[in-house]
């Protein structure tokens, strides 16, 4: 079971690798390799919404990023088997994250939450939002109507979701972003101030200029080479879908305790 309250740095780490959101992850080897490859061959999909150009085309060139920001294995003839993220990797991003938002809520900004993991991630988002607000934030209200190609791009509990079918979808792709941030144009709002979210719809926002922040798992290098070239503010790495969505409890509160958001 999760530990109550706020973790200390030292106690959440070790959360981290019991629960396996980071440490030695469910997500193999092999399944790692084959994204960053396919990245590098320019496979949009695993592009999250980026424009990588050709920097990006060797995929020893994206396992390198990946050992320094994330702690897989950075030895390239491992290709089979156990894979890890580095937990003490994961608490420093979790850190700069909080620095950003804390910048956010001193200076009341406008914030867009957004995943494309809810099965994992949704409650995560969530209580950042609550926190946000209580800080003064004003969280961004999504336009209405919007749809892309894989289905309605809806908001629940502060947090931008992908809808088909009554059914929360898991996506990659960056069109819900680009159906939000077009949809606030067109009604001449502005843009979120900073885009807190996951996947596609982290990576479009940075792309087009928006401050974003983000999470990551070890099978999806595009935010931590954006990470990398300054596109996305932070990725934090992390499995992000494990047995239980309250494993990430201890982690958010670390997360709102260090970004001075609890009281």
């Known amino acids: 079971m999760p530990i109550p309250g706020t973790p200390s740095r030292a106690e959440l780490v070790d959360h981290l690798v019991r629960t396996r959101i980071a ?10 390799l084959d994204h960053y490859r396919k990245l590098a061959n320019g496979d949009r ?12 085309t060797d995929e020893q060139d994206v396992l390198a990023v990946m050992a320094e920001r994330v702690g897989v294995v950075d030895d390239p003839e491992h290709r089979r088997g156990q894979d890890t993220i580095d937990p003490e990797l994961t608490v420093d991003a979790l850190e700069r994250m909080a620095a950003r938002l804390r910048k956010a ?5 406008r914030v867009l939450f957004a995943t494309g993991h809810p099965g994992g991630l949704l409650d995560v988002h969530r209580a950042t939002a609550a926190a946000l607000r209580a800080a003064g934030c004003e969280i961004v209200v999504i336009p209405e109507g919007l749809r892309t190609d894989e289905g309605f791009v809806m908001q629940f509990a502060d947090v931008a979701v992908l809808e088909a079918g009554a059914t929360l979808w898991h996506t990659h792709s960056g069109d819900p972003m680009r159906a939000i941030l077009t949809g606030l144009t067109r009604e001449g709002r502005p843009l979120p101030d900073l885009v807190v979210a996951d996947h ?3 990576g479009y926002a940075g792309q087009h200029g928006v401050d974003s922040v983000g999470y990551a798992d070890c099978n999806d290098p595009a935010l931590f080479l954006a990470e990398a070239e300054g596109t996305v503010q932070v990725t934090v790495p992390l499995d992000d ?3 239980s969505p309250r494993h990430y409890d201890p982690m958010t509160a670390y997360l709102l305790d260090r970004a001075g958001l609890t009281g």
């Open 241 to 243: 879908h494990v047995l």
């Open 105 to 109: 809520a001193d200076g009341e900004q």
């Open 23 to 32: 440490g030695d992850v469910a997500t193999p080897r092999e399944n790692n």
């Open 200 to 202: 596609g719809w982290a």
């Open 45 to 56: 999909h695993y592009w999250l919404g980026l424009e990588l150009g050709d920097r990006w």
